[in-house]
């Protein structure tokens, strides 16, 4: 089984920006292997987990209305890492930021890591 950790989040003022990580902690030959198509998620508060931006294994990406023109999706294979960079936060940005598979369901879902938009 592939699981992961994600990384980078903090609080931010609207209009600043973030940097996430989500590397692969254990199964990395099996995530190589797989050449998934990768997600970033975001959960808020009292939300249902939601898709924001998608890396397909070649290196496509697709993105949520709400962030689209605001945050990039990439990965480096060579180190099983996939990033989000976030710019323009906003206030409802505000969640927990998760990565997984894309479609969900091949790799176990890490802790998360919390982003918080607030002045």
């Known amino acids: 089984q592939v699981q992961v950790v994600e990384s980078g989040g903090g609080l931010v003022q609207p209009g600043g920006s973030l940097q996430l990580s989500c590397a692969v902690s254990?199964?990395?030959?099996?995530?190589?292997?797989?050449?998934?198509?990768m997600g970033w998620y975001r959960q808020g508060p009292g939300e249902q987990r939601e898709l924001v931006a998608e890396?397909?294994?070649?290196?496509?990406?697709n993105y949520a209305d709400s962030v689209k023109g605001r945050f990039t999706i990439s990965r480096d294979n060579a180190k099983n890492t996939v990033y989000l960079q976030m710019n323009s936060l906003k206030p409802e940005d505000t969640a927990v930021y998760y990565c997984?598979?894309?479609?969900?369901?091949?790799?176990?879902w890490g802790q998360g890591t919390q982003v918080t938009v607030s002045s």
């Open positions: 254990r199964g990395g030959s099996i995530f190589t292997r797989l050449r998934l198509n």
């Open positions: 997984n598979s894309h479609p969900p369901g091949w790799i176990t």
């Open positions: 890396v397909t294994s070649g290196e496509t990406t």
